[in-house]
């Protein structure tokens, strides 16, 4: 195999600049997160610490309205289960470049695959030519996505205080989701898996404990796969 | 009692991102669970955008007279030409704003 030996000091730093661009994205989010976290009950070091125990944004969004509204313990933790299934997906992606590695590796690197570490990394690892220190870039797009994460929660804590209920600053949160699935809805299989979650959420209303978050998107799954299936055996034919 | 939830919750997430790392797992998904799981981000994120638009704090349907909604598709609009994050955001609280502002 050909593989060029890059030090561990160029891959850190090539992840960690490919990495920053993307945080004009994940930076107001995570202040949104800080404010909301506030606004739904939690306290101050629970909205923080949040940020680093479960370390995923819609996840962490939907925990602190679930729990602010009352909702039992096994469908807050079944709903961020689903939420943040589809990292097996870059797992999967990822794990080719990663298994060799020691364990004392596999799980910190594991903790930082985020949506957008992930998105930047796998371009590297697919692309440019292996190298043994190429798991460095994995650390250097993870941990300046981390440290953006944590800064921007504590300060949406300080500062939500002071933002005036009338800005209506949570309306972040859903155009954030609209800036990641408006580009990302390209076969009829996309389109069917969000026009079924979308309709499910709304006649779900009613559900007791915020059900219709699981019911939305398990449907949704649900209905994109088997028009996935559906479209596929057409071409085939 | 919320830190025990969060917790598990850190872990189950840990886990979900490690699983394919083990060593006892298989070297590649199986098709149809690849499939499945490519279509989690657009079920699970317009499950929580549209309620958070028409939807009212009470669970209602809101329709009229609610900015947050052309303000949405102001911020699709955005999503689609300028695939940009920031750009959505502030297409749509702009557009919201003024809304409120001058109509409402």
Redo the contacts between chains.
């Keep these: 195999m050909n593989t060029s030996a890059t030090s561990r000091h160029d891959e850190f730093w090539a992840g960690v600049r490919a990495e920053l661009p993307l945080q004009l994205g994940v930076a107001p989010f995570g202040l949104v997160f800080g404010v909301l976290g506030l606004a739904s009950g939690l306290s101050a070091w629970e909205t923080i610490l949040m940020s680093s125990i479960v370390f995923g944004g819609a996840s962490q969004v939907v925990f602190a309205q679930l729990w602010g509204g009352g909702v039992p313990a096994p469908v807050v933790g079944a709903s961020v289960s689903v939420i943040n299934l589809r990292h097996v997906l870059y797992s999967a992606s990822v794990a080719p470049y990663l298994r060799s590695l020691p364990l004392r590796w596999r799980v910190p690197l594991a903790y930082l695959l985020t949506d957008e570490a992930y998105a930047v990394t796998i371009n590297r690892l697919r692309d440019e030519p292996p190298s043994p220190n190429q798991h460095y870039h994995l650390l250097g797009t993870g941990m300046t996505l981390w440290i953006c994460w944590q800064v921007t929660t504590v300060m949406g804590v300080v500062f939500g205080a002071t933002i005036p209920e009338s800005w209506s600053l949570g309306f972040a949160i859903p155009l954030t989701f609209i800036a990641l699935v408006a580009p990302a809805i390209r076969r009829r299989a996309d389109l069917a898996a969000c026009l079924t979650a979308g309709t499910i959420a709304v006649v779900g209303q009613p559900l007791p404990w915020k059900g219709w978050i699981i019911l939305a998107a398990v449907g949704g799954i649900l209905a994109g796969w088997l028009v996935h299936r559906h479209d596929r055996r057409r071409t085939a034919s | 009692?919320?830190?025990?939830?969060?917790?598990?919750?850190?872990l189950?997430?840990?886990s979900?991102?490690?699983?394919?790392?083990s060593?006892l797992?298989p070297?590649?998904?199986p098709g149809?669970l690849?499939?499945?799981?490519?279509?989690?981000?657009?079920?699970?994120?317009?499950?929580?955008?549209?309620?958070?638009?028409?939807?009212s704090p009470e669970?209602?349907?809101i329709l009229a007279g609610n900015s947050?909604l052309p303000?949405?598709l102001v911020?699709?609009t955005a999503?689609?030409v300028t695939?940009?994050?920031?750009a959505?955001?502030a297409s749509?609280?702009g557009s919201?704003?003024v809304l409120?502002y001058f109509l409402y």
């Design positions: 009692m919320i830190w025990l939830v969060m917790i598990v919750c850190g189950l997430t840990l979900m991102r490690f699983v394919m790392f060593d797992a070297r590649q998904l149809w690849e499939e499945a799981l490519g279509l989690v981000p657009v079920a699970v994120l317009t499950a929580i955008i549209v309620p958070a638009v028409i939807i669970g209602g349907l947050k303000a949405a911020a699709v999503a689609l695939r940009s994050v920031l959505t955001i749509g609280l919201m704003w409120e």
